[in-house]
């Protein structure tokens, strides 16, 4: 007993806006690259709304081309 068991935190989800910000792309130039397949792409929610993982934009931002999509 005393042991603490540490849970990761939640992964966050981003805004396109917060992403922009983040990785220094305007919204259409995210849009852009996703569509060619070098910019990971987002998670649609319920409400249609599109988020994407920190997770995901961190390892994006370290390694750019293992985030992407082959062509």
């Known amino acids: 007993m005393g042991e603490t068991l540490e849970?990761?935190?939640a992964d966050s989800l981003l805004t396109v806006r917060?992403?922009?910000?983040?990785?220094?792309?305007?919204?259409a130039s995210i849009y852009n690259h996703m569509h060619r397949g070098i910019f990971p792409k987002p998670t649609k929610l319920r409400s249609?709304?599109?988020?994407w993982?920190?997770?995901t934009i961190n390892r994006w931002?370290?390694?750019?081309?293992?985030?992407?999509?082959?062509?």
């Open 18 to 27: 917060e992403v922009s910000a983040k990785v220094g792309l305007s919204r």
């Open 48 to 51: 249609g709304a599109v988020r």
């Open 61 to 71: 931002i370290a390694n750019p081309e293992a985030e992407t999509a082959p062509l």
């Open 7 to 9: 849970r990761p935190l």
């Open 53 to 55: 993982k920190s997770s």
